[in-house]
């Protein structure tokens, strides 16, 4: 048989995200960030979040890399000590690149919310600029649809349309929901690091004879041009493609700080313990 790609990707590591309580009564299925699968540069983690009234993440920092919040149900209201505030609902995006030092809380805003969120490491040049936000409503997402298969393009591009989000580690991000007995081939820059994480239903990625995947599996993807995608299932398929190309660097990391050396964890912390570089407002702020 013949492929759609010079070198196609396959699946080499299938990873189960298993359940665990984090933040406030909080429930996360943590595909990467954890022993079985620490990270994949550029990629320090993936959660797949559900979260209820009281539950939540109260006022935590952040330092030395990105985190993109994309919402599957209800919605998040998050604010940080910078006095930037919102709420995103189903299908809306908050790409959050923290930079020097931010401190922000995210609460649930309805009765059931899940989400996914993704941590991106930032090269060593970037660890220290200045925060900042980019958010996208449902609505402002590139859409597209061909033969049963639709994209919602977060970052990068697919059937042709482009997303407008800036991603200093060149990323792509995408959500494809897939018809009963619909293909689809996806090309992927070479080098890039790249891995599924299945939504929900079951799919067979990167050799049509290979066994299918189900829902909250991360596949890690072997280098290539692209992947292959079938939904030979009854039911419909919807999963995330995200790919990035790797840093190569050297990662310390310390919960939410992520630097390039171990000294440079010591000096966050001081920065953060003594209110400084970034973190000049952590003794006036509490979220409200």
Known sequence: ???????????????????????????????????????????????????????????????????????????????????????????????????????????????NNKGLQLWIN?????????????????????????????????????????????????????VFSMMPGSEWHQSIPESWNCFVYVIEGEGVFGCPSSSPSMAHHVLVLSLGDGLSVWNNSSKPLRFVVIGGLPLNEPVAQYGPFVMNTQSEIEKTLEDYQHGRNGFEMRKYWRSQ
């Not at 920092?61 to 995103?88: C, N, S, W």
């Not at 600029?129 to 591009?157: F, M």
Request: hydrophobic share 35%; glycine share 10%.
């Open 122 to 174: 930032l090269s060593s040049r970037d660890k220290m600029i200045e925060p900042k936000y980019q958010e996208l409503p449902s609505e402002n997402i590139p859409t597209a649809e061909k033969d049963g298969v639709e994209v919602r393009v977060i970052a990068g591009e697919a059937m042709g349309v482009q997303s407008p989000v800036y991603t200093r580690t060149p990323t792509m991000f995408l």
């Open 1 to 111: 048989m013949s492929s759609a790609f010079n070198t196609p990707r396959f699946v080499l590591n299938k990873v189960l995200a298993k359940s665990q309580h984090e933040g406030d009564g909080a429930v996360v299925r943590r595909g990467i960030g954890r022993t079985d699968l620490k990270n994949l540069d550029p990629f320090l983690m993936l959660d797949h979040f559900s979260v209820s009234p009281p539950a939540g993440f109260p006022d935590h920092p952040h330092r030395g890399f990105e985190t993109v919040t994309y919402m599957l149900e209800g919605g998040i209201t998050h604010q940080d000590f910078a006095g930037h505030k919102g709420t995103i609902r189903a299908g809306d995006v908050q790409w959050m690149t923290a930079g020097r030092g931010i401190i922000h809380s995210e609460m649930p805003a309805e009765a």
